[in-house]
């Protein structure tokens, strides 16, 4: 089994592993750092419960190895949560109903972040094009997307 | 005392950080992990299983088949006592002599990693004799079909039939009679988090310890004890947060069976995490219906018989402890349930097939039934010429009728039907549908919207499966006790798998003591801390658990206003709990905090009068008994675009009027509602499980199977029926009727009726579901010759 060496940081934090090359980098946050936040649906990059940033760009950690983060910035959404970038997301979700079981949420809430991040006046179709790389089968999406449109209009009034 | 409220949901600031505590986020130490060799054929003889270069692999401790756990793990069947003829063919945990459909568990491997133990599936070497295949239900019926058991020769699992005495008869002297195939595709319920769990055996003790993604706990120590010779009371199933059910984890599965038959044989605990593309063809499929149905219609137009007649593919057995033959009773019972009609009869077969294992997925039955009945009564007024609504309207049961029994037997409690339909009128006029209709079709696109009509039949008596033999229950209870801080602990029955029903029973017990929701803890999903309930099917959680939740609430509430009157020295009638303060029931002024009576009562109880024992705890249950089940009842409205060139159906709008009684929590119920017409939209326009002749699963990834995204969904209006005046009482438990199965139930139909009313001006017809834009095209070229 080929095993490769790894540098990178995850959640601001310096991590050094050596891993099986062929290790997802899902598995890698999951099994050998224990950030379980980063959920797997499906494990062929259908789902987006996998979606972590990598370098500031969402990404799906399922059908990325760990070797391929080598000398990246992975953040995850226990990194987003702690450092409050998706407090008014979670906010909203919370005021609209924006999950249900949860399992989907992480990543729909990185893919939100990485939304809003662009640009903070999405249309509701602009919000629904952003989330249609994701499955949440308990919602029915309208109070997520609702929960997105709010969160975007809390960060106009919040200014730029 | 129980208000409507939107709390959000208590589980969700863990989860929206990232803390939730699923299955497969959860370790035990020793544990190792597990994966399954699963058929590749969907029937077949096994020669041989050969597992000698599998075990000698790196960081694997055991390869197991059938011969390994026979003596620890019993087989099973799905049978049910009320239905004699019901054949149900022995199931095992691992086959043993026949795989019957493709993902059928062959054998057990148990390693470090699930990477080292999928490795030492591909070394597992077998061999099978392939055998005829059975892959469609008419195929299962047709005269030289191949056989699955030698117990069922013409493969029929089970024939139902309900019928009044004069269908023939009227048919025979029908003016109009209107009749069509409709054809359902195979579903599964895709929740998000794949099925999982962890299985600890403690050799020492003998005691078994499961951590489930699943919604009934409590079966499945009933099922655990009877299958492995466990004593129930030695074995505690717990459901941490779980992701997603929707009936599919309501099941015993073979394969869970047999990770946790060989957590005994090694005596140490055993993960077992399904991907998904085992889940796609292991998990619970349903929905596979031909159907042939029809209504005749006397002169003056008006209905007066209904014939259906249902094949229902079920997999290669009957699924245990519930049976596969729920469709079907569901078709039995609440086909035409709205309507007068005064003859009908209903057919349902199940069959065996080579496909996945079936049984029940939200809904059950119900979006078969409705689609069918609502289906022919849209082409019914469209051949009579008369407006859908009206005609709807003329032989829709009325509250006034009383008890509404069906020509098929049932009887219904007095349903709100029509008091729906206005309301979804009045909120959307059909004149504006139509406007918006004729404006599209005179752009040369087609358009439509249809409507259906439904019943939920929810929170189920005893009568099936207490009846029948299974060890399910339909009650659940509630504990509730008073902590010295005044803060309430609940421990209750009910099972949360997103639903909101532990947030919902956590309102219960607040309000009715006269709390704060803050200052209630609750526990839910573990049976070694719960009365033995039913826990999450059949729309039934709130009903059964918001009542016992209620009555435990109103007890101690009642010990409370007696301990602090006895303190203070008056009537327990001139005292109120408001807010977490006992108060003089006139003015409101505060008396006392809970928290210094509780501290009086665990701490200091002499001061109590002499002989007072503080009873700060209380404990209810409650199941329905008095009726088959509570129903709920709707009507959908679906508008959809048709691309004539693509045969694409765009949804346009969708609406539901509902009635489902007092709401606890109108933000859980309007998301039930909102999912469930979700997973129904799927049912109409992508979902399907395709298998090939040869019994092969052709979509069996996400990727194949189209699970509906936030581009296809579109928002959805609700309309709720006010409750009724009497759930106002506060001294009546609060009448909640089952919401989470409203959508699926009606949607379908209404997509269906959406584009059937799009394809009319083209002559066009279309009963197969999902509508794909091959089908649709197939449709309307049909419908030029
Ligand atoms: S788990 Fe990565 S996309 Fe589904
Ligand atoms: S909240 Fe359950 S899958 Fe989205």
């Known amino acids: 089994m080929t095993h490769v060496s790894i540098d990178l940081t995850v959640n601001g934090r310096a991590v050094r592993e050596t891993v099986q090359a062929r290790m997802t980098l899902v598995d890698f946050v999951r099994e050998r750092l224990d950030l379980t936040g980063t959920h797997v649906g499906c494990a062929h990059g259908v789902c987006g419960a996998c979606l972590v940033l990598i370098d500031g760009v969402a990404a799906r950690s399922c059908v990325m190895l760990a070797a391929s983060a080598d000398g990246r910035a992975v953040e995850t959404i226990e990194g987003l949560s702690e450092r409050g970038a998706t407090r008014n997301l979670a906010e909203a979700f919370t005021r609209h109903g924006g999950l249900q079981c949860g399992f989907c949420t992480p990543g729909i809430l990185v893919a939100a972040h990485a939304l809003l991040a662009e640009t903070t006046r999405p249309t509701r179709d602009g919000i629904r094009e952003a989330l249609a790389g994701h499955i949440c089968r308990c919602t029915g999406y309208e109070p997520i997307v609702d929960a997105v449109a709010d969160a975007a209009a809390g960060r106009q009034d919040a200014g730029p | ?785």
């Open chain 2, 1 to 785: 005392m129980t208000g409507s409220r939107a709390v959000p949901g208590l589980r969700w600031p863990r989860l929206l950080a990232g803390r939730g505590r699923y299955v497969g986020d959860l370790a035990v130490r020793g544990m190792r992990e597990v994966a399954f060799l699963r058929s590749p054929f969907a029937h077949a003889t096994i020669r041989t299983i050969d597992c000698a270069a599998a075990r000698g692999l790196p960081g694997i401790d055991a390869v197991l088949t059938h011969a390994d756990l026979a003596h620890v793990v019993r087989p099973f069947r799905g049978t049910n006592a009320l239905f004699e003829t019901l054949v149900a063919p022995e199931q095992t945990a691992l086959a043993s002599s026949h795989v019957r459909h493709v993902g059928e568990p062959m054998a057990l491997v148990v390693g470090d990693s699930r990477a080292a133990c999928e490795d030492a599936v591909e070394a597992i070497e077998w061999d099978v004799d392939p055998l005829p295949v059975v892959s469609d239900p008419e195929r299962a019926v047709s005269a030289d079909a191949p056989c699955l058991h030698v117990a069922a020769p013409d493969n029929v699992c089970l024939a139902m039939e309900a019928s009044s005495a004069g269908v023939d008869e009227t048919f025979a002297t029908a003016e109009t009679i209107i009749d069509a195939t409709f054809r359902f595709a195979r579903h599964t319920g895709v929740p998000m988090e794949p099925r999982s769990l962890i299985a600890s055996f403690d050799p020492s003790d003998g005691a078994l310890s499961v951590l489930h993604s699943h919604q009934c706990p409590a079966a499945m120590q009933q099922a655990f004890a009877a299958l492995l010779d466990l004593p129930a009371h030695r074995i505690d199933i717990t459901c941490p947060d779980v992701g997603g059910a929707f009936g599919i984890k309501q099941q015993l599965y073979a394969d869970e069976l047999a990770v946790v038959a060989t957590s005994i044989l090694l005596g140490r605990p055993l993960r077992f995490l399904a991907d998904r593309l085992e889940s796609m063809a292991s998990d619970i499929q349903a929905r596979h219906h031909v159907v042939y149905a029809r209504l005749g219609a006397a002169s003056d137009g008006s209905l007066v018989a209904l014939d259906v007649d249902d094949l229902l593919a079920i997999g290669p057995y009957s699924q245990y402890p519930r049976t596969s033959v729920g469709e079907g009773r569901a078709l039995l019972t609440c086909t035409a349930a709205p309507y007068r009609v005064p003859e009908a009869r209903a057919r349902s077969r199940a069959v065996f097939t080579n496909l996945g294992m079936a049984g029940h997925y939200r809904g059950v039955g119900h979006p078969i039934a409705t689609a069918v009945t609502e289906g022919l009564m849209e082409e019914a007024a469209r051949r009579l010429g008369v407006d859908r609504l009206a005609f709807r309207r003329r032989h829709l049961r009325s509250v006034d009728d009383g008890p509404q029994r069906t020509a098929l037997g049932p009887t219904f409690e007095p349903l709100r039907y029509a008091a729906c339909l206005d309301a979804l009128a009045a909120a959307i006029p059909t004149s504006d549908l139509e406007v918006w209709r004729d404006r599209v079709r005179a752009s040369g696109a087609l358009a439509g919207f249809g409507y259906a009509v439904f019943i939920e039949m929810t929170a189920r008596g005893p009568a099936f499966y207490g009846d029948g033999g299974a060890e399910i229950s339909t009650r659940d209870g509630c504990f509730v006790r008073l902590e010295p801080s005044g803060a309430v602990r609940v421990n209750a029955s009910v099972t949360e798998q997103g639903q909101g029903v532990e947030t919902a029973v956590a309102q219960v017990v607040a309000d009715t003591v006269g709390i704060a929701l803050s200052d209630v803890a609750i526990v839910t999903g573990e049976t070694a801390n719960t009365t033995h309930g039913g826990g999450t099917w059949a729309s039934r959680s709130l009903a059964s658990g918001g009542h016992a939740a209620f009555q435990a609430a109103r007890t101690l509430r009642a010990e409370i206003l007696s301990l602090a009157a006895a303190l203070l020295q008056c009537g327990p009638e001139t005292l109120d709990i408001i807010g977490g303060s006992i108060v003089d029931r006139d003015d409101s002024n505060e008396r006392m905090t809970l928290k210094q009576l509780a501290a009086v009562c665990h701490f200091r109880p002499h001061q109590l009068p002499a002989g007072r024992q503080p009873a700060l705890e209380a404990v209810a249950s409650f199941g329905p008994t008095d009726a088959p089940f509570r129903a709920g009842c709707g009507v959908q409205l679906s508008a959809v675009e048709v691309d004539p060139d693509t045969g694409v159906v765009r949804l346009v709008r969708h609406a539901v009027a509902h009635d489902c009684g007092a709401i606890a929590n109108p933000l859980f119920v309007d998301g039930q509602l909102k999912g469930g017409i979700a997973q129904g939209l799927g049912a109409a326009l992508w979902e399907e499980l395709v298998y090939d002749d040869q019994g092969q699963l052709l979509s069996g990834s996400l990727a194949d199977y189209k699970v509906p995204t936030a581009l296809e969904i579109p928002d959805i209006q609700i309309v709720h029926l006010p409750a009724g005046a009497a759930e106002e009482d506060p001294d009546t438990p609060p009448r909640f009727v089952g919401v989470g199965e409203a959508g699926t139930a009606g949607a379908p139909a209404a997509v269906m009726n959406a584009i059937n009313d799009a394809l009319a001006p083209r002559g066009a017809k279309l009963f197969q579901m999902p509508a794909t834009p091959e089908r649709v095209l197939q449709a309307l070229g049909a419908a030029r010759g």
